[in-house]
């Protein structure tokens, strides 16, 4: 399958070009990197700086699990990113530091607050308002003329569930949600809308702060806002809000994709289907393997070299980046038995879709708990539920989510 990464020119090299629109929207290319393992290669990142990229199992294992190699881009260049595309300054100031851009000390101390406020308990509370979410979303599916799973399910509950979470009033979120909306294309940002979504959140961030702080409820905010009176991890409100708006973007698409995509690939597998419906307790492990199977992240951002560090049999040298593919280590035949199949009881599941490491997502149990309440709730209430297009018309490109999903809901249709 290619020859070894260190035997001279990568003929794969070109082809992994996320600089080139082609290389984006062409559902071959895009299946070909994403459906299993390759040497270590070179490729191009999407503003056409050169990257490493990797895509074995043990290869992404070992990038993520690496402390030399960094999440924040050197110097000054994410900020520069931003700024080139057109993100005005002050909103630059507040993604620049983030949690998924932070390293070491900084990034433990905020990650612990956050670990802290996403807790198990917390996240288990919130699932009877997640089943009452998805209950209200079908009631309004079942009236939509034309129902679509994306818009009129999976979406919308992503973004109510992360309000929930955050403890967003009702009042908010109509709005609330128009800005999700926008927020979601910050690869792509326009800026037009970019820059009022985000100030239009962070203003009502503020205000539930404040009124957080003046009379607590039993929401994220309130709990981060508790957390700042600890003075060795103080937070302070800026962090607080970026913080507020991380979730939104780290649980949303994400969250939709895995329902999506989920949905998808249960209706593709119908004795699969069938043991999910016939085994409640299954829960768990079948939506994990549908996080495998369907990786919702197709890779995770990249990580900088700091000192030369030997990936799959090549040197990352300091300043060169290094991009992983989770979708195609996750079809590493060397880590999973017949990785290509999709198998809910399947034991030995060491999936990264959540990624590894000093970054792992915060947000995994929330979204394997979102998953399991989403689909369960789905399939009882239409048992009949099939695609109203082929499949292959909607199918994710390689970084493209799913768009759309026109059901059919019921038999005689
Ligand atoms: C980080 C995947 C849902 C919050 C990550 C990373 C991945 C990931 C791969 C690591 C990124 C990297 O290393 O560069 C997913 C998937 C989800 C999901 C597949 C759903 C199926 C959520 C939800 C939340 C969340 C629901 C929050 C409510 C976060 C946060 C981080 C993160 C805060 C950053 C952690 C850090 O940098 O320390 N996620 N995620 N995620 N995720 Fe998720």
């Not at 818009?151 to 929930?164: D, K, N, R, T, W």
């Not at 503020?206 to 600890?230: G, T």
């Not at 973007?249 to 597998?269: D, F, K, M």
């Not at 699969?272 to 829960?283: A, D, M, S, T, Y």
Request: hydrophobic letters at 40%; aromatic letters at 6%.
């Amino acid at each position: 399958d290619g020859p070894a990464a260190t035997s001279g020119p990568d003929p794969f090299a070109s082809e992994f070009d996320l600089s080139d629109p082609a290389f984006i929207t062409d559902p071959a290319a895009g299946e070909r990197w994403l459906s299993g393992p390759r040497p270590v290669c070179r490729g191009k990142f999407a503003d056409g700086s050169d990257i490493w990229v990797a895509t074995g199992y043990q290869d992404v294992r070992k990038v993520l699990g690496e402390p030399t190699l960094r999440s924040r881009p050197p110097g000054d260049s994410h900020r520069q990113s931003m700024l080139s595309r057109g993100v005005p300054e002050d909103i630059v100031d507040m993604f620049d530091s983030t949690l998924l851009t932070m390293d070491g000390a900084d990034h433990m101390r905020v990650r612990r607050l956050v670990t802290r406020a996403l807790s198990a308990r917390r996240m288990q509370a919130l699932s009877p308002a997640i089943a009452r979410v998805a209950e209200r979303l079908l009631d309004g599916l079942a009236a939509e003329p034309e129902p679509d799973l994306i818009a009129h399910y999976a979406h919308p509950l992503a973004i109510i569930v992360i309000c929930e979470l955050l403890g967003v009033d009702e009042e908010y979120r109509e709005q609330w949600r128009e800005w999700s909306e926008t927020l979601a294309q910050a690869l792509r940002p326009d800026p037009e809308q970019f820059a009022p979504a985000v100030r239009g959140m962070a203003g009502v961030t503020r205000k539930l702060i404040d009124a957080r702080r003046a009379a607590p409820r039993d929401d994220l905010i309130s709990e981060l806002v508790e957390a700042q009176e600890d003075d060795s991890e103080r937070l302070n409100d800026d962090e607080l809000v970026a913080l507020a708006m991380v979730l939104v973007q780290a649980g949303h698409e994400t969250v939709r994709n895995l329902i999506a995509l989920g949905a998808l690939a249960l209706l593709q597998h119908p004795d699969q289907l069938r043991l999910f419906k016939e085994n409640p307790g299954i829960g768990d492990r079948a939506v994990a393997e549908l996080v495998r199977h369907t990786a919702p992240v197709k890779h995770t951002f990249r990580r900088f070299a700091t000192e030369p560090v030997e990936i799959g049999g090549v040197t990352v040298r300091p300043g060169e980046a290094v991009q992983v593919v989770l979708a195609a280590a996750n079809r590493d035949p060397a880590e999973f038995e017949h990785p290509e199949r999709l198998d809910l009881t399947r034991e030995h599941n060491p999936h990264l879709g959540f990624g590894r490491g000093a970054h792992y997502c915060l947000g995994g149990s929330l979204a394997l708990i979102e998953g399991e309440i989403a689909l369960t709730s789905l399939f009882d209430r239409f048992p009949d539920l099939r695609p109203a297009v082929d499949p292959a018309e909607i199918a994710p490109r390689y970084l493209l989510a799913m768009q759309r999903f026109p059901v059919l809901l019921s038999p005689e249709e």
